[in-house]
């Protein structure tokens, strides 16, 4: 089983970047593709971005296409979330996941695997 860990969640300014990191262990990184959700208080998980295992299939919610760019390392065993541009209605806590697949990456929350416990971000007005 995969082990998730994720950080770089805080408080920005509206306009703002962060980085998002999703450090795995336990398991071949490289067998998963990897997501990333959000969740607001109140509200379903909804899908952010999603990679494939060799990096080559990204998907995005629209809302979030120009601004957020998913990458990872698998020497590093980490996905990450480059987000730009933050805007208020982006504050939720993130979480990745992981699916072991050769294909697409998970983009609903039943696709999921393993979950990490989340990275709160906060975006102010």
């Known amino acids: 089983q995969v082990q998730l860990v994720e950080s770089g969640g805080e408080l920005v300014q509206a306009g703002g970047s962060l980085r998002l990191s999703c450090a795995t262990s336990?398991?071949?990184?490289?067998?998963?593709?990897m997501s990333w959700f959000r969740q607001d208080s109140g509200k379903e998980r909804e899908f952010v971005a999603g990679i494939s295992r060799n990096g080559v299939i990204r998907y995005y919610k629209d809302s979030v296409k120009g601004r957020f760019t998913i990458s990872r390392d698998n020497a590093k065993s980490t996905v990450y979330l480059q987000m730009t541009s933050l805007k208020p209605e982006d504050t939720a806590v993130y979480y990745c996941g992981a699916l072991e697949t050769m294909g697409a990456p998970a983009t609903n929350y039943a696709g999921v695997d393993h979950w990490g416990l989340g990275t709160l971000v906060t975006v102010s007005s």
């Open positions: 336990g398991r071949t990184f490289s067998n998963y593709a």
